[in-house]
């Protein structure tokens, strides 16, 4: 408690490093997202995987012993203001005139720092609001939903536990279950999930993920049970394409949409498969979907009378996301650190989004 108290005093200096000048909201220029297309009858949903949102705090419980002032990181007050101005600068352009009315977010460390971007930013005045829940990944970041509540109204959210049966002893992130009305009417299932990492190698991390993709197609399973034709959106970081067997097998989310029935999933990153020029994730040369939505084949179809605009969701590609990549050529990733080198960046992921509309 003293921790948060102290961290939110601290957030009155926030202002000495935020440009309160409003950030120009970028033209975005994906197909068929556009602010003339939305209106009332849209909500725009975006997930961003926002590269280690810790505080400058030391948790005895957690190992963030890095992003502390005299960690490795040098994790300053300074640093820390400047990645959440950077932060609120991504999540305007996204909204291009306002803001998404949802926002799934991973690698977040505390409801605190949530708190500093939605009450210290220009954000404040859309009125978000957060859910969250502390998960037991021994780095301390979890996943989060942050919601307009003018326009989103929530009816029960929890935290599901990940756990794996051939080591009891590891730990990961839990998924995030929320279920909300929209439009005060409709009816959406929404999973955040931040799947286990390749750190330790791929081959060796293929069952950790595994074992997180049948936990949420149980509780999937679950809801298709009561409603074969459920409004289900899943959102996030899974450190696997879409075709890998993860998501694709144990899952059970199809990239190919020819006779999609109503209580299928469907990867709506689909068209990004293979693309050798643009991803959500870059690793030297490479690129790779990493961050993804996921939709039931009812939202897909629109058959309870909402659906997503354009059957796709995008990436966000706007120009300040990027930095010149002098020695893999193109494009790279505008970081804040690479290694532990300081850079001052916004993410080593890009956002994506999508619009469901109101038919």
């Known amino acids: 408690m003293f921790k948060i108290i102290c961290f939110l005093l601290l957030s009155f200096n926030l202002f000495f490093f935020v440009d309160n000048s409003k950030a120009k909201l970028q033209n975005n220029k994906n197909k068929g997202f556009t602010s003339k297309t939305r209106g009332d009858d849209c909500i725009r949903i975006a997930f961003y995987n926002v590269e280690n949102l810790f505080d400058v705090y030391d948790d005895t419980l957690k190992n963030d012993d890095a ?12 640093r820390f203001y400047k990645k959440i101005n950077n932060l609120y600068k991504t999540i305007a352009g996204i909204g291009e005139w306002t803001p998404p009315e ?51 109204n929530p009816v029960f959210f929890k935290n599901i536990q990940v756990n794996f049966d051939f080591d009891s002893t590891l730990k990961t992130r839990d998924i995030l279950y929320v279920k909300a009305l929209l439009f005060d009417i409709d009816t959406v299932h929404f999973f955040v999930n931040h799947w286990p990492s390749r750190y330790s190698g791929y081959n060796a991390t ?149 619009d469901l509309i109101n038919n």
């Not at 002032?69 to 040098?74: D, L, N, Q, S, T």
């Not at 459920?230 to 899952?251: C, H, K, Q, T, W």
Request: proline fraction near 3%.
């Open 67 to 78: 992003f502390t002032p005299e960690g490795e990181r040098a994790w300053t007050k300074k």
């Open 102 to 152: 949802i926002i799934g977010l991973s690698e977040v460390e505390n409801r605190a720092v949530l708190t500093q971007l939605i009450k210290y930013t220009p954000l404040k005045k859309y009125n978000y609001k957060i859910i969250h829940f502390e998960s037991p990944d021994v780095r301390g970041i979890d996943v989060a939903l942050l919601y307009r509540s003018d326009k989103v």
């Open 206 to 354: 293929v069952p950790k993920r595994k074992a997180a993709a049948l936990v949420l197609r149980d509780k999937v399973d679950s809801l298709f049970a009561l409603n074969a034709k459920a409004n289900i959106i899943i959102m996030g970081d899974f450190n696997d394409e879409p075709e890998r067997e993860s998501l694709s097998v144990v899952l059970k989310a199809k990239t190919d949409t020819l006779g999609i029935n109503s209580s299928d999933l469907v990867n709506l990153m689909y068209q990004y498969q293979n693309n050798s020029y643009i991803g959500t994730i870059k690793r030297e040369n490479s690129w790779s979907v990493f961050d993804q939505f996921i939709c039931s084949g009812a939202l897909f179809k629109g058959q309870n009378g909402l659906s997503v605009r354009n059957s796709q969701a995008n990436i966000f590609t706007e120009k300040f996301l990027f930095l010149d990549d002098d020695k893999y050529f193109g494009k790279k990733l505008f970081r804040t650190y690479l290694g532990f080198k300081y850079l001052g960046g916004y993410s080593d992921h890009l956002p994506i989004f999508l």
